[in-house]
């Protein structure tokens, strides 16, 4: 499972990607706009930062304006993919994009029938909202499972993005279910990577090796 950054921060891309496992970004206007940049400066940025794909949202409601904005937003970089909603408008400019061989996002999928959807729209990637599934009660790593059982019994090569993952523990579950990518908030990956039995065995053999060339 590739690991994507949820993010507009410019050095929180900038820093995951020093770590040399970050596959993707994905962004979203309500990240847009609470990290305070231009929104095409922002996503350049991004795609200077990260070998790989970099979704943008339009914030347009009808296909023609989505399919309008999608061919902008690819003209910026190779590496853009175009984010649309989960609706009948999304739907159809999707299929316009994709078939200008345009990659496509297609987020806030709810079910696997929208899932499936998307998918024969030509969408590259459709995303799953995993925390707001939970938030309602519902079995957001079912809705990956069965997707993913969709997909490959129907050899359909839509990648599944994980989104909306709330803890580490998503991360583990989202590969377990099958998703291609997860997409995670800066403030989780740390959390990955954190371990007290790693610290405290790293503490030990620092010590011991300190002790052995006192002698």
């Given at each position: ?40 400066d922002t ?13 943008a949202e ?80 519902q079995d ?76």
């Open positions: 499972m590739k690991l994507y950054i949820d993010s507009a921060v410019i050095e929180q891309v900038r820093e995951i990607a020093s770590w040399g496992i970050l596959s993707g970004v994905t962004t979203n206007p309500s990240l847009i706009a609470k990290a305070g940049g231009d929104f095409r996503i350049v940025q991004i795609c200077d930062l990260v070998q790989g794909p970099v979704s339009v914030t347009t409601e009808t296909a023609e304006e989505m399919f309008r904005d999608g061919m902008e937003f690819s003209s910026w970089d190779p590496a853009v993919v175009v984010k649309l909603p989960t609706t009948i408008e999304g739907l159809k400019a999707c299929s316009s994009l994709a078939g200008k061989g345009i990659a496509v996002n297609m987020t806030l999928c709810f079910s696997p029938n929208q899932a499936l959807l998307c998918a024969r729209a030509g969408a590259a990637y459709v995303s799953p909202f995993i925390g707001r599934l939970e938030d309602i009660n957001g790593m079912g809705i990956i499972a069965d997707i993913d059982e969709i997909f490959s019994k129907h050899k359909i090569k839509t990648e599944i993005i994980a989104a909306s993952i709330r803890t580490a523990y998503h991360v583990t579950q989202a590969a377990l279910a099958g998703a291609d990518i997860a997409t995670i908030p800066h403030s989780l990956f740390s959390k990955l990577i954190a371990h007290p039995l790693t610290d405290s065995g790293l503490v030990q053999f620092m010590a011991d090796w300190r002790a052995s060339q006192q002698g």
